[in-house]
């Protein structure tokens, strides 16, 4: 079965997790610690690792079944098709929380604008400005050799 990325309400990404398992779903919710500061004290709390994302691992028959909890929003699209994080994926950010090691981390989709850097194939080391984000691909502009770069998908 597949891991699908929900997107659920801000800061109510526990409480939706603990929601969804108490239907049954299997849900993973990666959390890191941290220190909080306030003005009169500094305290350990358990914050998600990627805000506002939950992870949940169903058959694609009963994806609807989430939207039965209140903090879900939606699922997180990729290319047109329901965002899907393979179990050895999975595996890999549960041995990085629980290592101790992840201090913080963030999640940004792709758009418009963006300054995308190349980091493998012929333009490794480049970097250019994304002019368009389609379901198949992404179009960035590099300025430093006068080329537009367009990257399909599968």
Avoid at 66 to 80: I, P, S
Avoid at 90 to 118: H, P, R, Y
Avoid at 123 to 145: A, C, L, P
Wanted: proline letters at 4%; one cysteine or more; hydrophobic letters at 40%.
């Amino acid at each position: 079965m597949p891991w699908y990325v929900i997107y659920t309400n801000p800061k109510a990404e526990k409480k939706t997790a603990s929601q969804l398992e108490a239907l049954g779903i299997e849900v993973y919710c990666p959390l890191i610690t941290k220190i909080q500061q306030w003005s009169d004290r500094r305290k350990k709390v358990e914050i998600p690792l990627f805000t506002s994302y939950v992870f949940v691992n169903l058959e694609d028959k009963d994806r609807n079944a989430v939207f039965a909890v209140k903090g879900v929003v939606r699922y997180l699209y990729w290319l047109g098709k329901p965002a899907t994080v393979r179990q050895d994926e999975i595996e890999s950010i549960k041995q990085w929380t629980g290592s101790g090691d992840v201090a913080d981390i963030s999640m940004e989709e792709i758009k418009k604008g963006d300054l995308f850097e190349i980091k493998e194939g012929p333009f490794k080391n480049h970097s250019g400005f994304v002019q368009q984000v389609n379901k198949k691909t992404i179009r960035i502009r590099i300025e430093s050799i006068g080329a537009m770069l367009t990257i399909k998908y599968n």
